[in-house]
C-alpha cells in the first residue's frame, strides 16, 4: 500500500490507473480505523480494481465546540490495518494540503440538511460536502462507499453528486455492530467502561421502534415513543433526538403507509460523547 500526501501526486496516479481502464473505489474516512472501516475496504475490492482509502480528520466539518482537537487519531495503526486489508492507496493530505492558504470555496447541500444533525451541528454538512468534492476531485473515484451510520451523510452525499454532476457510484455499506449491538465509530473510544456499557441501550432502543412497527404499528410519534421510552430508562443517556423518517427522503409524515422504507434515527450524549445510530426497516 503507498501513501500519498499531495492532491497533485494523487490525481496523476489515479489518471494512470483510469487511462488502463481500471475501475478506482474510493473510502472517504477519517481514521483511527475499525471494523466498520475494514468491511467498507473489503467491499470497495468488490466494485473496481484500485482502492484508494482517503484519511483525513476535516477540520471544517465540526464546530467550534467540537471535538476536532481530540478526535482519535493513530496514523501508524491505520496505517498497518488498510495495508493487511489489501488497500492500494491510503490517501492522507495535511489540513494545509487540503485547504491552503487563501483557501474561499464552500459547497452547501440545501437538501436533507436542515434537520437532525445539520440542525445540531450547524456547518456540518458544508463541511463534510465540501471534503467529499475535495476527496473525488483529488481520487476520481468510479465508486465511492459511505457508512450506513451516517445516513443523512449518504443522502447528502448522493444529493451533491446528482446536483454537481459527478460520475460516480455510491455505494452505502450496513453498520457494523460490537456483540452488544452498539454501532462501530471511532468515537466509542471516549466511552468510560461504564458508559460504554449503557451504550449498547442505543440499539436495543431502535429495536423495540422496529419491534413496534412488527407489531403493525405504523405511527410515527407513536414508534418514536417506543424508542423514547426505552432511552428514558438510562439516566446516563440524554437524548439528542429520535426521529423516525422516510429513509429515501427524510420527511416525516405522521403516518407511514405498507411497502415505505423507514428509518429510526437516534443522537445522545453519553457524558461528553455524542452518539448516533440508526436502523432501517420496511412497513409490513
Ligand atoms: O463519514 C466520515 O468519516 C466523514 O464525514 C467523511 C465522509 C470522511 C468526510 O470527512
Redesign the pocket.
Known amino acids: 500500500m503507498k501513501v500519498i500526501d499531495k492532491v497533485q501526486e494523487m490525481q496523476n496516479i489515479v489518471n494512470t490507473h483510469r487511462k488502463r481502464g481500471e475501475r478506482i473505489v474510493c473510502v472517504?474516512?477519517?481514521g483511527y480505523f475499525h471494523d466498520g472501516h475494514l468491511s467498507l475496504m473489503k467491499l470497495a475490492q468488490e466494485y473496481g480494481d484500485v482502492v484508494i482509502v482517503?484519511l483525513?480528520?476535516?477540520p471544517t466539518?465540526f464546530g467550534p465546540n467540537e471535538d476536532f482537537e481530540r478526535y482519535p487519531r493513530d496514523f501508524q495503526r491505520d496505517y498497518e490495518l488498510a495495508s493487511s486489508i489489501g488497500v492500494d492507496y491510503l490517501f492522507a493530505p495535511t489540513v494545509e494540503e487540503m485547504y491552503p492558504d487563501g483557501y474561499s470555496t464552500k459547497i452547501i447541500v440545501n437538501k436533507f440538511t436542515d434537520k437532525f444533525e445539520g440542525l445540531k451541528r450547524a456547518g456540518h454538512f458544508d463541511?463534510?460536502a465540501t471534503?467529499?468534492t475535495k476527496?473525488f476531485n483529488a481520487t476520481k473515484p468510479n465508486v465511492a462507499i459511505?457508512?450506513q451510520?451516517?445516513l443523512q451523510?449518504t443522502l447528502v452525499?448522493r444529493q451533491l453528486v446528482k446536483d454537481l454532476l459527478f460520475d460516480i457510484d455510491i455505494v452505502i455499506a450496513p453498520t457494523v455492530r460490537e456483540s452488544d449491538g452498539l454501532a462501530m465509530s471511532?468515537r466509542n473510544v471516549y466511552l468510560s467502561r461504564e458508559e460504554r456499557e449503557v451504550a449498547s441501550q442505543i440499539y436495543r432502543a431502535l429495536q423495540k421502534g422496529l419491534d413496534a412497527i412488527n407489531k403493525g404499528i405504523t405511527n410515527r410519534d407513536v414508534i418514536s415513543s417506543y424508542v423514547q421510552k426505552h432511552l428514558s430508562k438510562f439516566p446516563q443517556l440524554t437524548v439528542d433526538y429520535v426521529a423516525v423518517v422516510n429513509s429515501e427522503n427524510f420527511e416525516e409524515p405522521a403516518e407511514f403507509v405498507p411497502g415505505e422504507n423507514v428509518a429510526i434515527l437516534v443522537a445522545v450524549y453519553l457524558g461528553k460523547t455524542r452518539l448516533i445510530d440508526n436502523i432501517i426497516t420496511k412497513i409490513p
Do not use: A, E, L
Open positions: 472517504p474516512t477519517m482517503t483525513f480528520v476535516n466539518q463541511g463534510v471534503v467529499v476527496i459511505f457508512g451510520k451516517d451523510q452525499v471511532s
